[in-house]
DNA sequence: ACAAGTATAAAGGCATGCAT
DNA sequence: ATGCATGCCTTTATACTTGT
């Protein structure tokens, strides 16, 4: 019975028979429903269980299945290749015609293209299969559920991987994590970057970048370390922190750039240091970037010095609120209300950096950073005093002074909805559960400092020049209580358990997370392009209501397939719904050969005519 | 023989509802 | 509102099957 369905080819002119996620039960079943795999511990050989229960596989047709693969074929086949190359250093990519083999053999040109690469001769099939499990992987990312959600969802995925059914989510994982683990990620990482950096090309122009950070919840029995997760009151719970770093060029969308993953309770400047870690990555942002804008996490002395040093053109705004009319220097411009925005350097944070002593080097002096204090409420006018400190990593325009409330209240549309819109389809999602015992965060935060505090102590020691006998007896009594102190801190540093488990990034989960960044561009970019404000500014989670997560009926031909996307009942909607459409059309996409027409379906119940 | 893919038992994550 | 117990569902680990 099986091996019926295997042999059934889906390429003959036939329509798939999805079924609706939300109506499954009930639905006439698909051909590869026959699979003998039942989840929920009824093996199919038991007919004591009637085949309707509870644990019946059921796969649901998702629009995403078909959509996402071909979205994203290009940066696909191009990763595939590249993960499919020899155990490269995961840094260096492969030929820049790398992309070649994988396209059709037909062409005249054909042969001397594979000759021309004897190199990868022998890798297209490999690279075809990666690129298959990628496409799959994206098929199944955005949805609510797991590996298993995903795999319930896919009933679509033979259209186009011309198997007999979808891939098992087991499968699906086990490659997955095998890609990730030879470096899957980083390539990923590094394809998500380019997209970026092509878009932010096109709007022509530089950008503004945001960090900002986020915790996931990680339920787990086992010894695991903890950290406030803003999401659920605060509470201390078991996760995992991740640093994500969008990017907005002007006039575009906010495009994600970057995700790091840290151990509970890190502080956001860890996601910046790995940020800017990479080469090539710090040297794009420098030069791309007018403003580098983090929330008040970032706004630490510490953080900031390790900012300036770095040239980035930081803007943060520190805790402390001040009173605007406390401050007597002439104002440096004023807000569109005509109240006083008031800069001086940020002598803290400069304190330590080349002064400017003379004149000579007062230009040093300027580029520095810089406090800007700004009213809290400046439509409000004279009746409210309060003011916020602003810190800046160089001199802002008077344009951007200006406003420069509103400059940084961009944080909000450009990254945190940013991210929002990403958990909103299941990028929080814990794909990756493996725990390694390790340290704190709490601790190694408090071994740098014991270590700078030595250093500290050693240096004075070193500097210390004696001169009379007593001064020099009280001395070495100083030196030997400060060493003692440290001595003392670091037994009770070694005294506090250090065997719990904390999530790390060597799993699936970071190869995911870097390719639903690279879907969430994507159809940004795609997005963009509409008239319509709604659909420009549209959410994941929207996107995923109206054609994502919609079920479909598929008609396939010879050289086009056309999915016949379920209508939304609300007729209002059903216009945005008609809208993408239109644009996913416009976009003459691919799959396999096969190009893809994408239609609505009447609303009512003419979808009989199929 | 090998690798891709699948099945299945056991472990344990996560949502839910209930008691406090 | 908070914390805990419960149980369904997902994940893990690994053995097994199938195709080349």
Request: glycine share 8%.
């Amino acid at each position: 019975m099986d091996k019926g369905a295997r042999t059934r080819r889906v390429e003959a002119e036939c329509c798939v028979d999805p079924v609706d996620p939300e109506a499954g039960r009930g639905a006439t079943p698909a051909p590869w429903t026959t699979s003998q795999r039942q989840r929920g511990g009824f093996a199919h050989s038991t007919p004591f269980f009637s085949s309707g229960a509870r644990g019946s596989f059921q796969p649901a047709a998702a629009v995403g299945t078909v959509l996402w693969p071909a979205l994203l074929a290009e940066p696909l086949a191009q990763l595939a290749n590249e993960m499919s190359a020899p155990r490269a250093p995961p840094s260096e990519a492969t030929s820049p015609s790398a992309s070649s083999p994988t396209t059709l053999v037909s062409a005249p040109s054909g042969a001397t293209c594979l000759e021309a690469s004897p190199v990868s001769s022998r890798s297209p099939s490999k690279a075809s299969v990666i690129e298959e499990h990628l496409g799959a992987l994206v098929g199944r990312l955005m949805n609510s559920g797991g590996w298993v959600g995903g795999e319930r969802r896919a009933g679509a995925e033979p259209i186009w991987t011309g198997r007999a059914r979808p891939y098992d989510e087991s499968t699906l994982r086990k490659h997955a994590r095998y890609l990730a683990r030879s470096g899957g990620a980083a390539l990923v990482a590094r394809a998500v970057e380019a997209q970026v950096h092509q878009a932010a090309v096109a709007c022509g122009g530089k950008v503004i970048a945001y960090t900002d950070m986020f915790g996931q919840v990680y339920w787990t029995k086992k010894p695991a370390y903890a950290a406030p997760i803003g999401s659920r009151g605060n509470r201390l719970l078991a996760a995992t922190y991740f640093g994500l770093t969008v990017v907005r060029p002007r006039g575009g969308p906010a495009l994600a750039y970057h995700v790091s993953w840290h151990k509970p309770a890190s502080p956001l400047q860890d996601a910046l240091e790995v940020l800017y870690a990479d080469k090539p990555r710090a040297g794009w942002l420098r030069s791309q970037s007018r403003h580098h804008i983090w929330a008040r996490g970032g706004s630490g002395v510490a953080t900031l010095r390790w900012a300036a040093a770095r040239a980035i053109p930081s803007l943060t705004v520190s805790r402390g609120s001040t009173h605007w009319t406390r401050y007597r220097r002439a104002p440096k411009v004023h807000t569109r209300s005509r109240l006083p925005v008031f800069v001086r350097r940020d002598r803290k944070v400069a304190r330590g950096k080349p002064h400017h002593g003379k004149a000579m080097q007062s230009k040093v002096g300027e580029e520095g950073p810089e406090e800007v204090i700004f009213p809290a409420h400046p439509d409000k006018g004279r009746g409210s005093t309060k003011a916020l400190r602003y810190r800046t990593g160089r001199p802002l325009t008077k344009a951007a002074l200006r406003k420069l409330d509103r400059l940084y209240k961009t944080r909000w549309p450009s990254n945190e909805n940013a991210l929002k819109a990403l958990v909103a389809v299941g990028f929080d999602r814990n794909l990756d559960r493996g725990l390694v015992t390790t340290t704190s965060r709490g601790i190694d935060g408090a071994r740098t400092r014991l270590q700078a505090r030595e250093q500290a102590l050693s240096d004075e020691i070193e500097a210390f020049v004696p001169t009379t006998l007593p001064q020099t007896m009280q001395a070495i009594r100083r030196f030997a209580r400060k060493k003692r102190g440290c001595d003392e801190q670091q037994a009770r540093r070694l005294k506090a358990p250090q065997d719990k488990g904390a999530r790390m990034p060597t799993g699936a989960e970071g190869l995911c997370k870097n390719l639903m960044l690279l879907m969430h561009n994507a159809i940004a970019l795609l997005l963009l392009r509409s008239r319509l404000h709604q659909v420009r500014t549209m959410s994941l989670g929207r996107l995923h209501e109206l054609l994502l997560g919609r079920s479909f009926l598929a008609c396939l031909e010879e050289r086009q397939t056309t999915l016949w996307i379920e209508p939304v009942p609300c007729a209002s909607e059903r216009l945005l719904q008609q809208e993408l459409v239109r644009l996913l059309n416009e976009a003459s996409l691919s799959l396999k050969g096969r190009s893809l027409l994408f239609k609505l379906r009447e609303p009512h119940g003419e979808t009989k005519a199929l």
